[in-house]
């Protein structure tokens, strides 16, 4: 996969039944887009305290496989790609053990942050993608290389 962030569940994220609250996946996932950002020389001060952009999520979804609890080590597997000249979509992967325990997509939109019009993806965001389509598939040849 493109990108790993590595979490552990704290108790803050559960819920009265002891397992992760269902909203505080997605926010997981959004530490992992964070990260990533990051990761690839995005400076984060800079990305979401006085941007000209503005990337709004406009769908999110997360369907739950296993429950996971406080002191569980996950693995938030991120693979974003571009949907469109002015949209993008982060699918995750989250692991624990070695399991999906769970599995979320968040759909962004770029938007003027003065108008809030869309607006093409602007450069810095278009590399970030390109990165990690490249990792993925690097990450798809040595999959398949280790099966022949």
Not at 1 to 7: E, G, K, P, Q
Not at 57 to 66: E, K, P, T
Not at 91 to 106: F, H, Q, W
Request: charged residues 25%; aromatic residues 10%; proline residues 3%.
């Amino acid at each position: 996969m493109a990108f790993n962030y590595n979490r552990t569940v704290h108790f803050q994220d559960t819920d009265a039944a002891g397992v992760v609250y269902f909203a505080n996946v997605l926010a997981i996932c959004h530490e992992a887009y964070e990260e990533s950002l990051g990761a690839s020389g995005v400076n984060l001060k800079e990305f979401f305290s006085n941007p000209s952009v503005a990337f709004p999520i406009v769908h999110a979804s997360v369907d739950f496989f296993r429950p996971m609890f406080c002191g569980d080590k996950l693995i938030v597997r991120l693979m974003p790609q571009k949907v469109g000249v002015e949209k993008f979509e982060i699918n995750y992967e989250i692991v624990v053990a070695d399991m999906v325990v769970a599995k979320a997509i968040t759909r962004h939109v770029c938007i003027d942050a003065n108008s809030r019009h869309k607006r093409d993806l602007p450069e810095q965001i278009l590399e970030w993608l390109e990165a990690n389509r490249k990792d993925a598939e690097n990450m798809e040849r040595r999959k398949s290389r280790e099966v022949i």
